[in-house]
């Protein structure tokens, strides 16, 4: 695949042929939609086709590949697409998914990729998400759901430890306490439920099982009919070197995961991908889009932790360079219900965050990002906004760097090298992505 930086591509400067250029609107503001972005836009370059991208809200580095429209609502977003005659809208966040964006777009007869607001209840509950894995045999930890903390709090008193407590809501990849004893427990219910930390998504909690191992994602494609994984990832949650301190949003993704052998892939299949797609079609929650599967690997087996019901971030970041297959293609096919393969590279991809000093907590912004322009891999813009022709700061994840090579080694040191080129003040990111 072409390495060149995307943040100089335009998919706008198009070629000259006589088939009118296909549309494709993305949604979402984040290094995901920057990827994926990226990816239609290699692809149609690659087959010499014309392309316009949109992006609703989109970054510094998305308008680079196409325009950027500052829409809100929900209506305002269909009433673009249905007035520019986009072709394809492809929904990166969970929060447009949750609000039924999807159900609006198909009522007008556009098409869209993801799942519609009853699917979306995967993601969206993580109540509902349980039971869902529970009735259908689906693997995964023994949980019990609430509604007020007194009952929750009694049921604690009578659970070993450690123990998680999660808001079942959507909490912006946050809500998720893992407790060590009774009173961290207690106060975990009291501020999730009663202090509304997480908002409404504090309204039901789930306490269930701890367990332990070791994290893998798999985001997949769903056409209806059938699940097509992709490549595993390894994502590294925590801020500090070591997998230490606060929970963010990822500080680096490891494609495939090292870690995820066969044998693995093989017991997530049987135990977990199987029983799910069962479980789908049982329930008429049919649709075309993205299943993420996040497992914890154990002693005793494989694990669902959560579905996701969108592409993965950073997770995205770093399988989207390996993907082979032609990406509008793919959603075309998944959206008519036809089969199809994923294809990867057999390279690995190493992507390293680089995010706000503060991060996850407080963290000022407004701080050019200098060196860009030197960055000879793919990278991707998640918190940063074009200013008088300045890129500055405007989030916490800030940079995703990815490197690709024939060996995790390779890949490591082409991120790093390149993440050496980029600089803002109070800059910070891990130095031991892809040593484990």
Known sequence: MDNSQPITQNSQLTTHNSQPPTRILVIGSG???????????????????????????????TAQLGQNISLKSLEEIRDFAKEEKIDLTFVGPEDELSR???????EAGMEIFGPDQ????????KAFAKDFMQKNGVKTARYKT???????????????????????????????????????????????MEDKTFGEAGSEVVIEEYLEGFEASILSFFNGKEIVPFVSAKDHKKIGEGEVGLNTGGMGVLAPNPSFKREHFDAFETDILQPTLKGL?????????????????????VYLLEYNLRMGDPETQATLPLLENDLYEIVKKSNRGEHFKLEFSNQQACCVVMVSGGYPLNYEKGFEIRGLENVQSPYFIAGAQLSD??????????VNVVGIGGTMEVAREIAYENVKRIHFDYEYYRNDIGLD
């Open 281 to 301: 079609l049982e329930e008429n929650l049919l649709f075309s889009g993205v299943i993420f599967f996040g497992l914890m690997i154990t002693t005793k087996g």
């Open 118 to 125: 009853k699917a979306a209840q995967l993601e969206a509950s």
């Open 146 to 192: 609430f509604q007020g903390p007194m009952l929750a709090i009694e049921y604690l008193e009578s659970q070993e430890f450690p123990i998680v407590v999660k808001a079942s809501g959507l909490a912006a990849g946050k809500g998720v306490i893992i407790c060590q004893n009774f009173e961290e427990a207690k106060k975990a219910v009291l501020e999730i």
């Open 31 to 61: 290094g995901r939609e920057h990827a994926i972005g990226w990816k239609f836009a290699e692809d149609f370059k690659k087959k010499n086709q014309e392309l316009e991208l949109f992006f609703i809200p989109g970054n510094a580095g």
């Open 389 to 398: 022709g300045k890129v500055l700061t405007s989030g916490g994840r800030v």
């Open 100 to 106: 039924g964006i999807v159900d609006m777009f198909k």
